[in-house]
């Protein structure tokens, strides 16, 4: 059974930082794309990041203007996103996806709130 389990989001204040995990289970992960996209209420949901299976490409949505990392650690089965400088229009749920072929898992979702 396919598990990707994103822990790490929460309430932070503008201007501060977090940093998301998404631990996967039950694929071979070091061959997965992995991604990171994010929903707003009332807002369709748009990707955020994406890093290939090596690790060693990695493209970011215009909006993370250089505020987001995304990286992942293959012996751990995990993919992260750092975030900082957050903003209040950051407030989404995010979701961490793995692609390869034909084959797309996702999260279930984690709440990050940035508000004062």
């Known amino acids: 059974q396919v598990q990707l389990e994103e822990s790490g989001g929460g309430l932070v204040q503008p201007g501060g930082s977090l940093r998301l995990s998404c631990a996967a289970s039950?694929?071979?992960?070091?061959?997965?794309?992995m991604g990171w996209y994010r929903q707003a209420p009332g807002k369709q949901r748009e990707l955020v990041a994406r890093?290939?299976?090596?690790?060693?490409?990695?493209n970011y949505a215009d909006f993370v203007k250089g505020r987001f990392t995304i990286s992942r650690d293959n012996a751990r089965n995990t993919v992260y996103l750092q975030m900082n400088g957050l903003e209040p229009e950051d407030t989404a749920v995010y979701s961490c996806?793995?692609?390869?072929?034909?084959?797309?898992?996702w999260g279930k979702g984690i709440q990050v709130t940035v508000s004062s």
């Open positions: 039950g694929i071979n992960f070091s061959i997965y794309l």
């Open positions: 890093i290939s299976s090596g690790g060693s490409y990695t």
């Open positions: 996806t793995a692609a390869f072929a034909s084959m797309n898992y």
